[in-house]
């Protein structure tokens, strides 16, 4: 045990390297330059540009800008180039802000796939498992933005209420529970349009599983026991099933931070992933880069958990 | 089974609960009823979020946009983009002009004179030309007083930096003779050459100013010619703006502002801590003097016409930015005080000017809140508050305008057919300042030849273009300057589309069409590659109906789409292309400099296409220096006349934008009795329908006007 954590950390860390490396090397490579160095604005002379590129440390060769880079990012002192303001309190206040979106969008993929799913693999042939495997794939096919303007047509249309943004503007007056309602409201579609995709994926996924593990051995003991259906595929099937999805749940964690471009951009949410693309576009360098950098962190954290989750539910694995 | 009962039972109350939240929203027709908050709130929307709340900073739209709103400038334009005071009451723009004896030059009729014989000259001249109508007794007509400055002798030490990069500290020892102070009433940028009338042709070009100059160390000696340009020069012009400032005005935290305001911002941007984008505009100030809490006289290094317009800048309370102020915030942020500048400061997420609205809330990408200003100078506005709502969708931003949660939608191209006389909103539009054109390298063939861009022009249907692709919301266009100020010239007349005109101009350029149908000369085919950014369709289906068009005619042109940043930084600033479609967005002045003088064509810089020609070169130097507006006008008009004969870029077209406002907002305006009147809004002369902002509210019922019908 404890060598495989010494072993992973080592390994962790070696990889935290290069990812640094690249993801700092991606974005100076990539042509393009920050827009307060505009070189289309007639407004900007030569001295102005000169200027930001010295306050940005952009006249420095590329190791030095490097160092000098992460040296701040620790030190937390990384400061955006956009708006002056701190990177990571930046980062953590989109943070709050994807939130919610995030736990209730995986909320509503985990807990209805899985039913989905599983009937999907008992009435395996039959016409329900037709129908959501059409679903699923309508699901999968339909493009993310398309279906938004649909259902936010829909929605505005028929029931002439607000669905953009985290509330509705100009509710401030209002009681304590409205407000909360409010926002779980607003909540609601984009983590239905969120999870869409995630419950298609995943159901297909649940019924695969199942249908693997109903057809083993020790399930049709189970049945030749004499035990009742219900019992056969929720106790001794799903049980088994559900191994793989353990490692799943560790890799669920770097969508924290990845947050959806296209969803909080459609909705005007001031999450991070709209952040990370308005970063993007301006070439703000300083959140580009710690984004990855956490994004990074959280993708090597995920496996790590996965790994011990692994450990703990099947026995049958030791490290 | 519990298993299977908690598998079903979980998302259903998850689901259920989550849409039960619907009953708690209110509708949009529940809001404004129940909600008159929402009559005296403004809401606007906008892409893109604003950067930082400080006008000496920022450059984005957004920002500007708030900043409008919260700061004040010295002045502004009116309804007919003319010079309107605001925190200035009025000013005056006169001028300092000097220049040097030379002692060795002779003055015809007179020899050699001193300073004393000048001056007597000049006023004796003065005298004899005054009822006369020459420029030279315009010029000297216009001079208020003439004085001789005596001889004085100064230092100056400066470090310049060596070819490998170490610097050497160079000390100039200047003893420079006397100088004649010419004060005028108005600026004048002949004046120069029409004194040389009278002082003689050589009497300016001839002062040797190197004579007066030592410099040390010695080996620097080859730098004096340049040195002397810069220190001792042979004339100056310096014109001279007097503010005088309103009085009583307050900022919105109640501190009175004054001139100290005013030179503090300009100190500021000129910071070189604050790394301001506005410092362009103001380096060709020599000194801003406060004469007194209510006066400034800000001096000028030489002509520069666009001067008066720069002081629409937003003003910053002094008391809240000095360096008393920041160092406060340092200690109180843990920050180190020595380095900390404006651009740290956290006024710029909440910023206090002496403008109509005072800032209350941002919240990033979602909005900014301001709440009126009820001590603002002008009186207070209608609206008690003013939301701007950051939508980054533009199919969103629509959908919130229909149902009332956006009060205004600037409407894509293609729905202006559909949404433009629907009863229920009123609606707007106006001629952009921008527009957007295919340049030419002119420093390739066959661009170089004026007939061969003619002719593809002449190939190219604007007119359809503008049609089909821009859905007729779009003008056309015929030279550089915003088609709704006085600076262009509507007398010259678009190209017409003519495919066999341009067969016949190529024919003269000596381009005929091979057996295949090519345009050939000297058994060279007419080819090249017409390029443009991605990511912006317009500027996408232009490059194929051009393409096409062209083609028609027998040229092979290519199209490539390059993305933004490989498009400027490989192509453009490098001057690798052949021909490019692109766009450039306009101020209101008529500056020219960067985008048309021929001293701006190297890699870098924005004269891309390599546009050279002697007499629009001095045509944008005298509009740069030209204070009088009439005469501005008219150098505006040959310049514009010039680059249409040119042809450097072929002008496609002017955008038209188009905006949607909720009909129950109007202007409401007070009489003496305290009579409320309702008036519909009416945009200005130039199109802008948010001129009278202040005065406009919104009604709980749409209002029927009588004069309508």
């Known amino acids: 045990m404890i060598p495989f954590l010494g072993r992973s950390l080592v390994q962790k860390t070696i990889t935290l390297f290069f990812v640094s490396v690249i993801s700092f090397a991606v974005v100076h490579l990539a042509p393009g330059e920050p827009s307060q160095v505009d070189p289309l604005n007639p407004k900007f002379t030569k001295e102005v540009v000169e200027r930001f590129r010295q306050q940005f440390h952009l006249d420095k060769p590329l190791y030095q800008q490097y160092l000098l880079f992460y040296r701040d990012l620790f030190a ?189 951009s459609i909705f005007s949410w001031p999450g991070i992933g709209r952040m990370a693309y308005e970063a993007i576009l301006a070439r703000d360098y300083p959140v580009i880069i710690t984004v990855n950098f956490i994004s990074a962190i959280l993708v090597l954290v995920g496996t790590f958990l996965s790994d011990l989750l692994y450990m703990v539910v099947d026995p049958r694995i030791k490290i | 089974m519990t298993t299977r009962r908690l598998l079903i039972a979980l998302p259903i109350i998850v689901l259920l609960f989550l849409l039960q939240s619907y009953f708690w929203v209110p509708t949009y027709e529940e809001q404004t009823r129940g909600n008159p908050q929402r009559l005296v709130e403004y809401v606007a929307a906008s892409i893109g979020d604003a950067q930082l709340l400080n006008p000496t900073l920022s450059a984005d739209s957004a920002s500007s946009d708030i900043n409008g709103l919260v700061f004040e400038g010295l002045l502004d334009y009116d309804e007919n983009l003319n010079f309107r005071p605001r925190l200035a009451t009025s000013w005056e723009i006169y001028e300092e002009a000097y220049f040097y004896v030379n002692e060795e030059a002779a003055v015809p009729g007179v020899g050699k004179v001193d300073a004393r014989v000048l001056v007597r000259l000049i006023n004796q001249a003065r005298e004899e030309h005054a009822a006369r109508e020459d420029p030279l007794s315009r010029s000297l007509s216009n001079i208020e007083a003439v004085e001789s400055l005596p001889p004085r002798q100064f230092q100056r030490q400066i470090s310049e930096a060596s070819s490998e990069g170490n610097k050497t500290e160079v000390r100039l020892r200047i003893s420079a003779p006397a100088r004649i102070k010419l004060t005028l009433y108005g600026v004048d940028q002949d004046l120069f050459n029409n004194l040389a009338q009278l002082l003689g042709p050589g009497y300016f070009p001839s002062f040797r100013a190197e004579q007066y100059i030592v410099v040390e160390p010695a080996e620097l000696e080859v730098k004096k010619k340049e040195y002397a340009q810069s220190y001792l020069p042979a004339t100056e012009h310096n014109p001279v703006i007097i503010f005088n400032l309103r009085p009583g005005v307050k900022f919105q935290d109640g501190h009175v502002f004054n001139a100290h305001d005013v030179k503090f911002t300009y100190d500021s941007i000129m910071d070189p801590a604050n790394v301001s984008p506005r410092l362009p505009d103001y380096e060709p100030i020599k000194s801003v003097e406060v004469l007194d809490p209510l006066t400034l006289r800000i001096v000028y290094k030489r002509l520069y016409s666009p001067a008066l317009g720069t002081w629409m800048m937003g003003i910053l309370p002094e008391h809240l930015l000095n360096g008393k102020a920041l160092g406060e915030e340092a200690r109180r942020r843990g920050l180190d005080p020595e380095k900390m500048s404006i651009r740290q400061s956290s006024f710029n997420r909440n910023p206090i000017g002496c403008g109509p609205f005072a800032f209350r809330e941002w919240k990033s990408d979602q909005y900014i809140l301001l709440d009126r200003f009820n001590d603002y100078w002008d009186g207070p506005a209608n609206y008690l508050k003013y939301g701007y709502r950051i939508v980054p969708d533009v199919l969103t931003q629509e959908m919130e305008f229909y149902a009332g949660t956006v009060d205004s939608y600037g409407v894509q191209p293609h729905q202006v057919q559909r949404l433009k006389d629907d009863p229920r909103y009123q609606s707007f539009s106006g001629l952009s300042f921008g527009y957007t054109y295919i340049g030419y390298n002119l420093r390739r063939e066959p661009f170089d030849d004026v007939r061969v861009r003619e002719a593809l022009g002449m190939a190219v249907d604007v007119d359809k273009i503008i049609r089909y692709v821009l859905y007729g919301q779009g003008e056309r266009i015929t030279g550089p300057f915003p088609k709704q100020t006085d600076f262009y010239e509507h007398a010259i007349q678009p190209l017409p589309c003519d495919p066999e005109g341009a067969l016949r101009l190529l024919a003269e350029a000596g381009w005929k069409r091979n057996k295949q149908g090519w345009l050939e000369k000297n058994g060279k085919r007419l080819e090249f590659t017409l390029i443009t950014n991605q990511g912006n369709n317009i500027r996408k289906a232009i490059l194929s109906i051009v393409q096409d068009s062209w083609r028609k005619i027998g040229v092979d042109v290519r199209t490539d789409l390059l993305e933004w940043a490989v498009f400027i930084q490989e192509r453009v600033n490098k001057l690798d292309f052949d021909a490019l479609v692109l766009g450039w967005a306009m101020g209101i002045e008529p500056d020219l400099y960067q985008i048309w003088h021929s001293s701006q064509i190297g890699p870098y810089q924005l004269n891309f296409v390599g546009f050279k020609n002697r007499e629009a070169d001095e045509l944008i130097i005298k509009i740069r220096q030209e204070y009088n507006r009439e005469q501005q006008v008219a150098y505006c008009h040959r310049l514009h006349q010039i680059i249409a004969e040119e042809q450097p870029y072929t002008f496609l077209y002017v955008g038209k934008w188009t905006a949607l406002l909720d009909k129950r907002i109007v202007i409401m305006e007070r009489d003496k009795d305290g009579q409320v009147h309702y008036e519909k809004i009416k945009p200005t002369k130039t199109g802008n329908y948010t001129f009278y902002f202040n005065k406009w509210i919104k009604l709980p019922e749409m209002p029927t006007f009588a004069a309508e019908g």
């Open chain 1, 76 to 264: 937390g002192k990384s400061t955006s180039w956009k708006d002056g303001r701190s990177v990571l309190g930046k980062i953590c206040d989109r943070f709050i802000n994807s939130l919610p979106l995030f736990i209730v969008g995986t909320l509503i993929t985990w807990t209805l796939s899985f039913p989905v799913g599983i009937q999907a693999a008992i009435k395996r042939g039959g016409k329900y498992d037709r129908t959501t495997t059409f679903l699923a794939y309508l699901l999968i096919s339909i493009p993310g933005f398309f279906f938004a303007y649909v259902l936010i047509i829909f929605v505005v249309s028929t029931f002439q209420v607000p669905v953009i943004g985290m509330t509705t503007f100009g509710l401030s007056g209002a009681g304590y529970l409205t407000r909360i309602m409010d926002r779980v409201w607003h909540l609601l579609l984009p983590s239905i349009l969120g999870a869409t995709a995630g419950i298609a994926v995943l159901s297909r996924y649940v019924r695969n599983q199942m249908l693997e593990v109903e057809g083993q051995d020790y399930v049709r003991t189970a049945r030749a026991k004499g035990l009742p259906e219900e019992q056969v595929h929720y106790k001794h099937a799903l049980r088994n099933a559900l191994l793989p999805f353990v490692t799943m749940f560790g890799l669920v964690l770097p969508g924290l931070i990845g947050g959806s471009v296209i969803i909080e």
